[in-house]
């Protein structure tokens, strides 16, 4: 059975940072694409970050890029999002995602609040 268990979230200050963690079950975090996306309350839920199976292709949104940073720990079997220079529009419930040639796969996400 496939699982996606989000952990790290909470309530930080502007300028902080957070690591929000994915630990996968049911199936091999390398051999998969990965990524995270978010939703704010009262919008519309948004791409964050990916990382490939073959680890040649991450991608950020624009709105993230050089202050997230999205990795995968094959050994622990877990994705990972280092989050630095929070700022209040980051605030949202970020979900992990796992992609396949016939869906996605969701994690049941984990809320950050980044205050001003």
């Known amino acids: 059975q496939v699982q996606l268990v989000e952990s790290g979230g909470g309530l930080v200050q502007a300028g902080g940072s957070l690591r929000l963690s994915c630990a996968a079950s049911?199936?091999?975090?390398?051999?998969?694409?990965m990524g995270w996306y978010r939703q704010a309350p009262g919008k519309e839920r948004e791409f964050v970050a990916s990382i490939t199976w073959s680890n040649d292709g991450i991608s950020y949104a624009d709105s993230v890029r050089g202050r997230f940073t999205i990795s995968r720990d094959n050994a622990k079997n877990t994705v990972y999002l280092q989050m630095n220079s929070l700022r209040p529009e980051d605030t949202a419930v970020y979900s992990c995602?796992?992609?396949?040639?016939?869906?996605?796969?969701w994690g049941q996400g984990t809320q950050v609040t980044v205050s001003s």
């Open positions: 049911g199936f091999t975090v390398s051999t998969y694409s």
């Open positions: 995602f796992r992609g396949t040639s016939v869906g996605v796969d």
